[in-house]
């Protein structure tokens, strides 16, 4: 086999794999919107999207408390997991020695290939009696002014996230890190900044778009998970009452009663799984907005 038939055939299933991806992409699609926008429209997308009340026997699917939770959530996640991951992935790419490096990678790769039930697990058995330890002791009582609060709360599903998403932004952003010209580094320190100054002002700001990609990364893990937040969120329906109250995100409203679900509320399972879709769309392109400017969106 001459190396020119080699390179068509390789061509060829490289092909068909991209083929089979945007087939699958283009499937799920299809399938949500085909099933969830005539529901939405049915039920009525105000009543719907701005509904504060989901009450299924009674044919009221209001899912604006999911949203909201959903969002409150992964923003959680995100101030806990982001400054500690960029951090992190900031001292193994220019701080750490490769002995230490040597240890950490391996740490951070057993981490995401943790499942998300232990996850779970971990976060009813010590997260959760941990915060609720916490939200009893007098200074939360009389300086915080927290009058009350439980341990299965958005607090502490937002912890156990930004924990659950610290590996994929460490070894993104290591990898943007990594990838940095060592001349903006050098020329930095040649211009006379310390070995911090140049690494957080030259080497930082060079690796943006990766770093970007790993934010994005962990919104969309954040956003997605199921199992852990089920298990430490609380599942109250209502409006989102505070900080230590519980809550529920749209993804833990499907997997909760999608098992027993029937007719139209288990069509308007279906259509939060459109609002979700969609969600996670406006954020990407929020972000490639700010990542590249319109023309990269």
Known sequence: MTSKLKEGVMQVVFTLCACVS????????????ANGVPTLFK???????????????????????????SIYVTAGAILVGVPIGLLTAIYMSRFASPRINKIMLPAVQLLAGIPSVVYGFF??????????????????????????GKGMS?????VLLGIMILPTIITVSKTSLDAVPNSYYE???????????????????AARSGVLSAVILGIGR??????????VAGNQTWMPKGLFQGLRTMT????????????????????????????????????????GGSDHA
């Open 187 to 205: 020329g930095s320190l040649a211009l006379g900044a310390t070995h911090e100054r140049s690494v957080f002002c030259a080497v930082l700001p």
């Open 43 to 69: 039920i009525g997308p105000l009543k719907f999207l701005l509904g504060t009340t989901w009450k299924p026997g009674n044919d009221i699917f209001g899912i604006l408390p999911m949203i909201l939770g």
């Open 222 to 231: 954040a956003i997605g998970e199921t199992m852990a937040v089920v298990m």
């Open 252 to 291: 833990s409203n499907i997997v909760i009663e999608m098992g027993y679900a029937a007719d139209l509320h288990r069509e308007a399972l279906i259509a939060t799984g459109v609002v979700l879709f969609i969600l996670i769309l406006l954020i990407n392109l929020c972000f490639s907005l700010v990542k």
């Open 123 to 148: 976060g009813m058995i010590v997260l959760v009696p941990a915060v609720q330890a916490m939200v009893k002791t007098p200074f939360f009582k009389t300086v915080l002014h927290v009058k009350s």
């Open 154 to 158: 958005l607090f502490t599903a937002a």
């Open 22 to 33: 945007i087939l699958a992409v283009a499937l799920i699609c299809i399938f949500l919107f």
